[in-house]
């Protein structure tokens, strides 16, 4: 019978610090999470988003952040894709600190007039009350701000104590 072919390795990478590929998938200690999608500015993407977190998180040992962190990135996208159709989302997860990080970057444009600024702004943070209140149940915190470099655009976060 036919043996499957073995993944080759680099041979610049000791093999004590590679796990052998047979072995249970195990995670090693201190290996956090960490997930980033790029989808489209489409109310669509919110049901990828929710699928890809819903299923991370209890692979890595976080099934009781499951629930919280799928309804907040499912408001996060749903909205944001509504105020910047067609334009491209960043979904980033992390599990560090203690605490499970939740970031999204949307390429809405920066308002160069402050009333505007903060019409904008607000109504935002209006559309996301679902969002606030999911996270306020879970003792978390959340935010908008804008995106820091490279980014361009809305930063929105939220934040999970474990």
């Avoid at 090693?28 to 790029?38: E, F, I, K, N, Q």
């Avoid at 009781?64 to 159709?85: D, F, M, Q, Y």
């Amino acid at each position: 019978m036919p043996q499957a072919p073995s993944a080759a390795r680099c041979p610049a990478v000791s093999t004590a610090l590679v796990p052998a590929l047979t072995s249970h998938p195990q995670l090693r200690p201190g290996a956090g999470l960490v997930l980033s999608l790029t989808l489209p500015g489409d109310p669509r993407s919110a049901a990828v988003g929710r699928r890809a977190v819903a299923a991370a998180l209890p692979a890595y040992g976080l099934r009781s952040r499951a629930w919280p962190a799928s309804h907040a990135v499912t408001e996060l996208i749903a909205v944001n894709a509504a105020l910047t159709p067609g334009r491209e989302l960043y979904l980033s997860l992390r599990e560090r600190d203690g605490a499970l990080r939740l970031v999204l970057w949307d390429q809405h444009p920066r308002h160069a007039d402050p009333d505007t600024l903060a019409l904008c702004e607000g109504r935002r943070r209006q559309a996301l009350w679902l969002l606030a209140a999911v996270v306020d149940d879970w003792g978390g915190d959340w935010g908008i701000a804008e995106a820091r470099p490279p980014h361009q655009g809305v930063r929105s976060w939220v934040l999970l104590p474990q």
